[in-house]
């Protein structure tokens, strides 16, 4: 009886330790890469793919470098591209997102509130469920339900053991739609901060979207145990993009002034940009629905 209590006891014990491994993260910097392609022959106003994937209405791609900034209630992601820089700073003690862009020699911006998103994402589901009804399927608007598939595969990145894990999703018409995502258990960020650090494409989604389907509209990320490393998405109209981490930087000293909105921006609030985007999420479509 005590050799059994004494290996209830370690058992118990080597559990707990196992599970206390995986540290929440207050302060990171995030540094990583992404590279899209987006379909050929794509109609401009087409509907979106499961996800919300789109392309810009014709052939290309895009890579970019990203940067997240992560500190308590504030967040800032820089992107870096050829289409111009995107800025994204995130304040939630204040519940307030700011979105620069610098392209073509100009540097414009809007703010929004969790009221502005919460309102824009209402706007675009009734859309969603119109089409959905109009063909006679009202079941078109809702997410898809993703299943997590584990695998014992793994590899480095940014000097992470990352395990493999494969998220399946089903479109309208029954196909299975796969994403690969490569995770690090070792450590996750608190709720609240972008899944995968928002870095495909730089967090534009972000003062538009909210985060609940992940980076770019992935559905399911949320349900990964651990901090995305990468993943790579293909999907049946030729859309793909592949994401990975190229430095993590775990409770850095990050100064305050990082989060402060920079000069020289004509910043406008989300309201006054709705002939931009709030007539069916048009300019968000056209940027891949970041």
């Known amino acids: 009886m005590k050799r059994l209590s004494a290996l209830f006891f370690l058992f118990t014990g080597y559990t707990i330790t196992g599970f206390a491994q995986q540290k929440t993260v207050e302060r990171a910097i995030v540094e990583s890469k992404t590279a899209i392609t987006f379909p050929q022959n794509i109609n401009r106003n087409a509907d979106s793919d499961e996800d919300g994937n789109t392309g810009f209405g014709g052939a290309g791609g895009m890579e970019s470098k990203n940067t997240v900034y992560f500190k308590g209630d504030m967040i800032k992601t820089y992107s870096v591209s050829d289409f111009g820089n995107t800025t994204v700073i995130i304040d939630k003690k204040n519940k307030k997102t700011t979105t620069l862009t610098e392209a073509m020699g100009r540097k414009t911006g809007f703010y929004s509130t969790e009221e502005d998103e919460a309102a824009m994402r209402q706007r675009m589901d009734s859309i969603r469920q119109a089409r959905g009804q109009q063909a006679n399927n009202p079941n078109n608007s809702k997410a898809p339900e993703?299943?997590?598939?584990?695998?014992?595969?793994?590899?480095?990145?940014?000097?992470?053991?990352?395990?493999?894990?494969?998220?399946?999703?089903?479109?309208?018409?029954?196909?299975?739609n796969e994403t690969i995502v490569w995770y690090t258990p070792d450590f996750k960020m608190p709720p609240g901060y972008p899944m995968a650090g928002n870095t495909g494409g730089g967090g534009f989604g972000r003062g538009m979207r909210g985060q609940s389907g992940g980076g770019f509209g992935i559905t399911g990320l949320d349900k990964i145990d651990g901090f995305v490393m990468g993943y790579e998405v293909k999907r049946p109209n030729g859309f793909e993009m592949r994401m990975e981490v190229t430095k993590v930087a775990l409770d850095p000293a990050i100064d305050d002034k990082i989060f402060e909105i920079p000069k020289g921006f004509d910043i406008k609030p989300l309201k006054e940009m709705r002939g931009q985007f709030g007539q069916g999420g048009r300019a968000t479509r056209n940027a891949g629905n970041n």
């Open 146 to 176: 993703a299943e997590i598939i584990n695998s014992n595969e793994t590899k480095k990145i940014a000097g992470y053991t990352c395990k493999k894990a494969i998220i399946q999703t089903k479109t309208r018409q029954g196909a299975i």
